[in-house]
């Protein structure tokens, strides 16, 4: 199966904005989860559901009225878990480069009608950019683990 980022590209909106003037996070957040959504679901070809973001690094503000880019491509696969990556890229209109504002790791699921967890389709790295990538997921597991058991007396 081929592993092709799933790309969306769009201009802020006045709607987008935050007291800073700069786009919302939280609009940020948005655009991740849709673009992780589509890339998951396009992956195992069902339903998928958001169970893990990690680490969502915020770089630079994006400007209103700037075009924002955003990829999403599996970069690991456990059971019924894909591993998303995020990069969230912007440019303003007059200029042809995009610029890295925000990146970050992304779980879904695949789930039934019932919300029961259904196997997908496995990733299997071939160049060596995918294994780091990889490598890069399983880290990111690894730690997720522990800081899960850090928070336990908490929950």
Known sequence: MQ??????????????VNYGGN????SVMKWIDQAGYACATTWS???????????IRFYEPIKIGEVVK???QVI???KSSMHISIN?????LKQPTFVKKTHCIIVFVAVDENGKKLPVP???PETEEEKQQERYAK???????QIEDEMKPFL
């Open 23 to 26: 786009v919302h996070g939280g």
């Open 88 to 92: 969230v890229f912007s440019r303003n």
């Open 76 to 78: 690991y696969t456990g």
């Open 70 to 72: 955003v990829d999403a």
């Open 45 to 55: 070809g069902n339903y998928s559901v958001t169970v893990y973001v990690g680490g």
């Open 122 to 124: 496995a990733w299997i």
């Open 139 to 145: 880290r990111l597991m690894n730690l997720r683990t």
């Open 3 to 16: 592993n092709k980022p799933i790309t969306f590209q769009f201009i802020s909106e006045p709607s987008d």
